[in-house]
């Protein structure tokens, strides 16, 4: 059973946490390049953000939109 354990241990230490290891390693030489991953996604959702600010836009231009102003039957 202690075997099992150990082998759960070389799975995590060994292979899945290699790639963190290798981040952990080239953050010392070059941060811009370990982060390469975060500034992506900053990126990804800065253009996804302007897309749907367009979106809005060309909606409102359009005039597609309810603006009235009504309360719910309840109130």
Do not use: C
């Not at 075997?3 to 790639?19: C, G, K, S, T, W």
């Amino acid at each position: 059973m202690k075997d099992f354990f150990y082998a759960i241990q070389d799975l995590f230490v060994n292979v899945l946490f290699a790639p963190f290891d290798a981040l952990r390693t080239l953050e010392l030489d070059n941060w811009f390049a370990a982060n390469f991953v975060s500034w992506l996604f900053i990126v990804v959702g800065f253009v996804a953000f302007v897309y749907w600010m367009l979106q809005l836009k060309s909606f409102n231009d359009n005039n597609e939109e309810d603006k009235s102003i009504t309360s719910h039957s309840y109130l």
